[in-house]
């Protein structure tokens, strides 16, 4: 069963079995998951469903405080019994509402809380949103039917599994490689070795990402809360453009924080 949170908001369109476009529930016409004029509430939405319009509903995420997290491939095996590593991570730290995908093999968790940026991040079939996003529906509850606030989860899910990702540098192996890396230069100075560390510009798109990534290898390094703020702060005021809003920076500073102590 769809929790009657999310069955109160006014996020709600339609989609059909061929594709995952969104569609308007009260007319033949494709919706924006970036317009609310285009979405409906769940009764008519449902309404169109069940007249034959389309087979499927989706939920529009609308940044208010709604996240969800789509896995592509959940189970470890072809009979969809045993769920993965990954998956079995994310659903029991979130033990938040979740349900079966479209396709049977992956899952769609919601959870209350939010995002230190907009959009979706991608990482082996793992994707997060709170906004400009949608989710074709299915009510397959599996697990957890309640849908909880979870922030601790939220933080925990971007900085184990959006900290890093993972690039093929050829057919034979994958390394791991950080999202923004700063640039570390060694040099003898008056006989002296010094170290200088520079940090390369970030352009927008990644910014969000970049400063996560950068701030989870100050919090490795020991900084503190306070120094993890400035640093970055120093970072978004002079290599991102354009800078993160103060908000979105604390946001940021927040979710490397709840990560102390987990490794």
Known sequence: MIPRELKELN????????????????????????????????DTALESVADGNYEYLGFVFNDNGIVGIDIDIGFEDE???????????????CHSYTELSKSGRGFHIFVK?????????????????????FFVMTGK??????????????????LKYFGEKERPRNTSRIIKQRIYEPIQTTKV??????????YPHIQEGNRNNSLLSLGGQLLAAGMSQGEIYQELSRINSSKVHPPLSERELQNVVRSVEKYRGRN
């Open 189 to 198: 100075v008056n006989g002296k070795i010094v170290i200088t560390t520079e």
């Open 79 to 93: 009979q969809n019994i045993v769920l993965n590593e990954m998956t079995y991570d994310i659903i029991t730290k």
């Open 113 to 133: 809380g939010d995002l230190p940026f907009s959009g979706k991040n991608n990482r082996e079939g793992l994707e997060i949103y709170k906004d400009s996003r």
């Open 141 to 158: 509850t599996r697990y957890y039917t309640e849908l909880v606030e979870n922030q601790d989860a939220i933080d925990y899910v971007l």
């Open 11 to 42: 996020q709600w369109v339609c989609c059909s079995k061929a594709n995952k476009i969104p569609m308007k529930a009260t007319e033949p016409k494709a919706a924006s998951s970036s317009d609310p004029s285009t979405w409906a509430s769940y």
